[in-house]
């Protein structure tokens, strides 16, 4: 796939954001217990923000692939340097950005939720990994996982309450 600028605006214009039942209230959850969330994707950057937007997610926590484009908007690649514009490895992809993240903000404990196998293959350095299947099962995610659910609901009603 080599989108043009022109190709990836017309893309976000024509195709409205459809969100999985549950994602915004569990996302919306979190935020209230003062949980920091990120967006890890394989995506592409311009494609991704405005799901944070809508999440409340800031771009600083959204790590995904950043297109380049010419002066004329045509397609010129796809910045290298981004950790999620490979897999495969602990210092590469999901797993790196955990790995990052987990050294630059010292977090005890890193979830990462995801439905998959490069999802999967960031735990570690991600202390858990919860499988999602509410989309689409993979049966290879299901076995990686630390504990798998179908729904967000589910992840919101085992979330701790402070009261």
Request: overall charge negative.
């Amino acid at each position: 796939m080599q989108p043009s600028l022109e190709q990836v605006h017309d893309y976000a214009a024509t195709h409205p954001i459809q969100f999985t039942p549950g994602i915004i209230e569990l996302v919306d959850a979190l935020h209230k217990r003062g949980t920091d969330v990120y967006l890890v994707s394989g995506g592409f950057r311009p494609l991704i923000l405005p799901i944070a937007k809508i999440l409340g997610i800031s771009k600083s926590r959204v790590y995904a692939n950043e297109i380049l484009f010419k002066s004329d908007g045509s397609y010129a690649g796809f910045d290298i340097n981004e950790l999620t514009s490979d897999s495969g490895s602990k210092n590469v992809g999901k797993a790196g950005v955990c790995g990052l993240l987990k050294k630059q903000y010292h977090y005890n404990q890193l979830v990462m939720v995801g439905d998959g196998a490069t999802d999967a293959e960031a735990c570690p350095p991600a202390d858990i990994f919860i499988g999602f299947g509410g989309n689409q099962v993979r049966p290879n995610v299901q076995e990686q996982a630390d504990w798998y659910v179908y729904d967000f609901k589910t992840l919101i009603h085992e979330l701790p309450c402070d009261d």
